[in-house]
């Protein structure tokens, strides 16, 4: 069965600092993974996935993740924090084509200090 | 686009009362997903459409919960009587297929069973 587990249920970081949300996955086949971003009282919005190809992916408003097989990790960045960043983070996993049915994890809560 | 569409936004019941919830999944979207999502967790899968027919309810407590999707479009979950551990925002979600294409998420309505 598939699992997440994002380590730091809250993260917080200066304004122009790096961020760094951690995300580490289990999955019997080779997984497809996903970092979505919840904005207070919204939907989630889908800001990267890893499918298949190049293992760093490059996603919306400046944010990247490298999907690391030998480590089941699949670890958000952003070099340079924005105070719009504040929100809450998933990270999710799915058992790839054709099974679209999502395993979330729990949520990392960024809060951007000025 | 227009969005994934969700009504009520806020609903406050009592425990034993029944509540319905309606999408209106993004024009097109043969698949359409309910999740729910429990203060300081990541959102859960309950049930999975394609098109009308479920492809997944593995997760849907089918004592209180029903869902349908009449003609393929909109959508509505039911619970029937409601616990106090329902209180939670209840997530629709769609998606062109069920391939890999990315999930769009209504805004969701949060449900409080006092």
């Known amino acids: 069965a598939q699992s997440v587990t994002q380590l730091g249920s809250h993260v917080s970081v200066s304004e122009g600092a790096l961020v760094l949300l951690r995300c580490n996955y289990s999955s019997s086949v080779p997984p497809y993974l996903f970092w979505y971003v919840q904005y207070p009282n919204q939907g989630l919005q889908l800001l990267l996935k890893y499918t298949t190809g190049a293992t760093l992916v490059k996603g919306i408003n400046g944010f990247e993740a490298e999907f690391k097989k030998s480590e089941t990790s699949f670890h958000l960045t952003k070099p340079s924090a924005h105070m719009s960043d504040a929100a809450e983070y998933f990270c999710?996993?799915?058992?790839?084509?054709?099974?679209?049915?999502?395993?979330f994890g729990q949520g990392t809560r960024l809060t951007i200090n000025p | 686009e227009a969005g994934v569409a969700q009504s009520p936004r806020y609903k406050i019941i009592e425990k034993r009362q029944s509540v319905a919830f309606w999408c209106n999944p993004i024009s097109g979207h043969a698949t359409l997903y309910w999740y729910q999502q429990i203060l300081g967790q990541g959102p859960k899968l309950l049930i999975q459409f394609q098109n009308n027919g479920v492809v997944d309810d593995s997760q849907l407590p089918k004592d209180r919960f029903s869902a349908e999707r009449l003609k393929g479009v909109d959508s509505t979950l039911k619970i029937q009587p409601a616990k106090l551990e329902d209180s939670a925002v209840y997530l629709c979600?769609?998606?062109?297929?069920?391939?890999?294409?990315?999930?769009?998420f209504g805004n969701g309505t949060r449900l409080t069973v006092t």
């Open positions: 999710a996993v799915s058992e790839g084509l054709g099974a679209q049915k999502l395993v």
């Open positions: 979600a769609s998606s062109l297929r069920d391939n890999g294409t990315p999930l769009h």
